[in-house]
């Protein structure tokens, strides 16, 4: 095997031998690979039957390139049996579209000139990414044509002799796209649940039975809701799904309660012990512990060995079988962030800011805030992650913190106060809602008749998989500039392709956390 698409990568340079650090083991590894030069067969079947006829369409072949690319996505399928079955639905389809059309061996890119690999691992790991948005657009029957479109064009170039520059336009597009992949989810969620209203949301568990729902996928999460209305089981949020609390048709349900523990990479213990099943959605799945593995419950895209699987009738009668045979805790279950916090607020996405922008742009104007941090993205094991904490702890009083994804579990418990009524830290929803932080910088800039660069706004993220590639590579191509990244630089950039990036966006590595806001702050 070989695979260096998230940031735990090992040595931070590439997992291989018998399984990677995220518990992928080599064998899936390399069905997964299999099923990338499948997805690349499919592209180029379907591109060269488009060339014939334009108006061809091919609702099968979009179905099977989202949920292929979704599949390769760190931490959401450890299964080979539904690789394999889907690298045999893949082939089944391009065959059906466009007779003997070779498939591709990706290892080729692997094993290709540094910079061209890390040129075209951008743009796949980026449509990788994308492919889970779309994903969750599509299972709201949201789709976009042109975001479709370029999977196949994207799949089909990394798979083809290009130049550095080619790519690198490549790479640019992808991130193109990916703004209005997400755009189109923003519009599904939206307009299926409401604009997110500011919601505070207890982490205590109340007393009885409790469902533990993870991962990023709205619909999962309201027909879940639908079925256990009634039924005497409380549903908690845990990790990418807390922003479900904010949205008005998900809020509605009052035996949606609470949240239920911190950020992803902590599931292993914080699963060990709890009366509840869990169910998970999407990543991030971490290998299952023999404690609680009788208590997962996977649907959609995850997948893991012997696990019980909720299919697509979507009946969750196991899972609420479950709940009601572990009975949840006797009493109320006081538990708390990761900064001893009781309760945590999100909801502020585009809609809810945008409606205070006027507010915001006088306090700006009156000097009452000095600077806007996004502190956000993915969270990880490693140790550096705890600059994220520090820096929100850092930042001086009359700055605010816009947060995103499941990196704000390092902060969103702190006890930051307010600037004149608007709260310090301001938590915008899933990593797709960094369509939400784009939005307010572009309002922000339109306000001041300035570039979002001119503004008094920096974006401190931090990445993890392949959902953050696309979103990084958003922020390049709108021309962003100044990001700091960490905790560490991905693997699969290439020091020549690091040079182009930091020459035209500067953006730079992480530091120290007094380095960098004396940096900011001047
Ligand atoms: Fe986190 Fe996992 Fe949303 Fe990622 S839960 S790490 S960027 O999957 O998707 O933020
Ligand atoms: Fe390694 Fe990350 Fe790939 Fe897992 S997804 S095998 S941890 S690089």
Redesign the pocket.
Request: glycine fraction near 14%; hydrophobic fraction near 35%; charged fraction near 10%.
């Given at each position: 095997?070989f695979?260096?698409?998230?940031?735990?990568?090992?040595h931070n340079s590439?997992?291989e031998g018998r399984?990677?650090?995220?518990?992928?083991k080599s064998d899936t590894?390399n069905y997964q690979d299999e099923l990338t030069g499948a997805l690349i067969g499919l592209s180029r079947a379907v591109r060269k039957k488009l060339a014939l006829n334009p108006d061809a369409s091919f609702e099968h072949a979009d179905e099977l390139i989202l949920k292929g690319l979704f599949t390769t996505?760190?931490?959401v399928n450890f299964f080979n049996d539904t690789i394999i079955e889907l690298i045999h639905e893949v082939n089944v389809e391009k065959d059906r579209i466009y007779p003997d059309i070779m498939n591709y061996d990706v290892r080729h890119i692997w094993e290709d000139q540094e910079d061209i690999r890390s040129l075209k691992s951008l743009i796949l790991f980026g449509l990788r990414g994308m492919a889970a948005y779309a994903y969750h657009a599509y299972a709201l029957d949201y789709v976009d044509r042109n975001v479709l479109d370029f999977f196949y064009e994207g799949l089909e170039a990394i798979a083809s002799e290009k130049s550095s520059d080619e790519l690198l336009a490549l790479v640019l597009k992808t991130g193109e796209i990916n703004f209005r992949c997400m755009e189109l989810l923003d519009h599904a969620n939206s307009g299926t649940y409401g604009n997110p209203v500011p919601t505070e949301v207890p982490l205590t568990i109340e007393k009885g039975p409790f469902i533990v729902v993870s991962g990023h996928d709205l619909h999962d999460m309201e027909l879940l809701l639908k079925q256990t209305e009634g039924k005497g089981i409380n549903i908690y949020t845990h990790s990418e799904m807390l922003p479900a609390h904010g949205y008005p048709e998900l809020k509605k349900y009052s035996h949606l309660k609470g949240n239920f523990g911190t950020a992803w990479q902590s599931q292993q213990s914080e699963f060990h012990n709890i009366p509840a099943p869990i169910l998970f959605t999407t990543n991030c799945l971490m290998p299952v512990r023999q404690s609680y593995c009788d208590r997962v419950f996977t649907t959609s895209i995850v997948s893991y060995p012997d696990l019980v699987h909720i299919g697509e009738d979507k009946d969750f009668t196991p899972v609420i079988e479950k709940a009601l045979e572990c009975k949840g805790y006797p009493e109320d279950h006081p538990m708390t962030g990761i900064n001893g916090g009781s309760t945590v607020t999100t909801g502020f996405a585009h809609n809810a800011v945008l409606s205070n922008a006027g507010h915001i742009v006088e306090l700006i104007k009156a000097g009452k805030i000095r600077h806007i941090f996004l502190v956000g993205g993915c969270d990880g094991a490693a140790p550096g992650r705890s600059y994220y904490t520090d820096f929100a702890k850092a930042a001086p009083m009359d700055t605010l913190i816009l947060t995103l994804a499941c990196g704000k579990y390092r902060l969103n418990d702190l006890d930051l106060g307010s600037i004149d009524g608007i709260p310090r830290i301001l938590d915008m929803g899933q990593c797709n809602d960094a369509y939400s932080a784009i939005k307010v910088a572009l309002a922000l800039a339109e306000v001041f008749d300035c570039t979002v660069n001119d503004l008094p706004l920096t974006l401190v993220l931090s990445w993890y998989?392949q959902k953050a590639v696309c979103i990084l590579l958003t922020l390049l191509s709108l021309g962003v500039k100044n990001i700091l990244l960490g905790p560490t630089l991905p693997?699969f950039v290439s020091e020549n392709v690091w040079k182009i990036l930091v020459e035209n966006y500067n953006i730079q590595k992480i530091s120290t956390v007094e380095e960098d806001m004396k940096k900011i702050l001047g």
């Open positions: 095997m695979c260096f698409q998230c940031q735990q990568t090992a590439g997992c399984a990677g650090v995220c518990g992928k590894a996505i760190t931490n998989e693997a």
